[in-house]
């Protein structure tokens, strides 16, 4: 039976998609965006966390690991990817908690049971499910399992995407979702790479595919803050935008509510300390949209 790699299924979420929605977060991305939210999201593996400020440093994880792939020193602790077979004991046997994990392999049935547990707030809400991540067809084969399972329950389906994968494989998948929240983060091939470690020809390309197609698309720029938050760099998009028959884009500020995870990870974290962007922040860069004969709104 196939499995996919999911690291979060949240109940009752407002803000990724239509209505009250369960969003399911699989885990692995192509994409290294430097600002991430959810840097856990980027590796396909499961992947163990760690708490500093939880550890005694009693040493417990070290004497447990079956395959001795843990070690621990001031700095804190650190898994060997060489010889740890993702058992987990550290993580159960840590008696501070000061080690956690993220990532678990589900069927899809175990998927589809914990989202029909709301189905009726999704009729009345006019919700659904939401396909987060990460990025979902990083697992090509486990999403459309999932989703077809999911759609013999005539559930609305929504799917957060990066926009970067073969053709072949989003012309398959892309049509199977009744939205497609699908971000815009540059318009400028050689900025994009900077900040997410790959261009964006491929991305516009499926961008552009499906909103010819008549998918429902809705572009969403993260406005980050040295990235692509200037006017010159929102004139460029707009201008995108337009290339690809857009005529709305959602715009999302900035915010650290990921700092916290790259800790735990053990992970630097290029935004740290950087100002969140408030929607009054951007007043000036929507009205570009605007300009453009674009709707742009938060």
């Not at 070290?62 to 993580?91: D, I, W, Y």
């Not at 008696?95 to 999704?122: R, W």
């Not at 979702?177 to 318009?187: C, E, Q, S, T």
């Amino acid at each position: 039976m196939r499995k996919g790699t999911i690291f979060n299924i949240q109940k009752f979420s407002t803000n990724d998609g239509p209505g009250v929605r369960t969003t399911v977060f699989f885990k692995g991305c192509p994409l290294k965006c430097k600002w991430c939210a959810n840097p856990e999201s980027q590796s396909a593996a499961v992947q163990i966390l760690y708490d500093q400020n939880k550890c005694t440093q009693c040493h417990t994880c070290v004497h447990t690991c079956p395959q001795k792939a843990a070690s621990l020193s001031e700095k804190g602790f650190f898994r060997h990817p060489e010889t740890c077979n993702q058992c987990l004991q550290c993580v159960s046997n840590c008696p501070a908690e000061a080690l956690g994990y993220e990532g678990e392999y589900k069927t899809v049935q175990e998927i589809v049971d914990v989202c029909l547990q709301d189905k009726d707030f999704y009729e009345t809400s006019g919700g659904g499910v939401t396909i987060s991540g990460g990025e979902g067809m990083f697992q090509p084969m486990f999403l459309e399992e999932l989703v077809l399972a999911l759609k013999q329950h005539r559930i609305h389906l929504a799917i957060e995407t990066t926009g970067y994968a073969k053709p072949e494989i989003f012309k398959k998948l892309a049509p199977m979702f009744d939205l497609l929240l699908f971000d815009v983060k540059h318009y400028d091939s050689a900025r994009h790479y900077n900040g997410t470690h790959v261009h964006n020809e491929l991305i516009t390309e499926n961008l552009k595919w499906a909103i010819f197609q008549g998918i429902q698309v809705l572009p969403r720029i993260p406005v980050i803050p040295g990235f692509n938050d200037s006017l010159e760099d929102a004139a460029g998009i707009a201008s995108l935008l337009k290339h690809v028959g857009s005529q709305q884009v959602q715009l999302l500020p900035f915010h650290q509510f990921g700092e916290n995870k790259y800790r735990k990870l053990c992970q630097e974290y290029a935004y740290e300390n950087v100002t969140a962007l408030h929607e009054a922040d951007l007043a000036d860069y929507r009205q570009v949209f605007l300009n453009h004969n674009i709707n742009a709104f938060f």
